[in-house]
C-alpha cells in the first residue's frame, strides 16, 4: 500500500513563506516522477510544480519564481518551499505522483495553507 504524508501548512501573510514537506511510504520512491498539486475551494485539483527522478524541475506560471520543489531521496521526501505568497495561493497541497494522481490512486490527507493578513 502506498502512502503519501504532507505536513508543513499554516497560516502566512502575504509575501511570507512556508515549507510544505511529503514523505512516500513506498519503495522505489527514488525512480518516480513527483509533484505538488493543490486545490483551492470551490475550485479542481492542480498542479503546481513537478519534479523528475533526475531532479529536473517544472512549475505553473502562477508560481514560477516563488515556489522551489526538492527531493531526498535518502529519506523518500518531497519539499515545496513556498516564498512571496499570495492570497491565491491559498489552498489544500497534496503529493503525488503525476501518473498515479491522472489515475486518481494514493491521495493523502494533504495540508492546508492559508494566506492571509
Known amino acids: 500500500q502506498v502512502q503519501f504524508v504532507e505536513s508543513g501548512g499554516g497560516l502566512a501573510q502575504p509575501g511570507g513563506s512556508l515549507r510544505l514537506s511529503c514523505v512516500g511510504d513506498?519503495?522505489?520512491?527514488?525512480?518516480?516522477?513527483m509533484a505538488w498539486f493543490r486545490q483551492a475551494p470551490g475550485k479542481e485539483r492542480e498542479s503546481v510544480a513537478n519534479?523528475?527522478?533526475?531532479?529536473?524541475?517544472t512549475y505553473a506560471d502562477s508560481v514560477k519564481g516563488r515556489f522551489t520543489i526538492s527531493r531526498d531521496n535518502d529519506k523518500n521526501t518531497v519539499f515545496l518551499q513556498m516564498d512571496t505568497l499570495k492570497t491565491e495561493d491559498t489552498a489544500v497541497y497534496f503529493c503525488?505522483?503525476?501518473?498515479?494522481?491522472?489515475?486518481?490512486?494514493?491521495w493523502g490527507q494533504g495540508t492546508q495553507v492559508t494566506v492571509s493578513s
Open positions: 503525488n505522483n503525476p501518473n498515479w494522481a491522472r489515475l486518481n490512486w494514493y
Open positions: 519534479i523528475t527522478r533526475e531532479g529536473i524541475e
Open positions: 513506498l519503495r522505489g520512491f527514488r525512480i518516480l516522477p
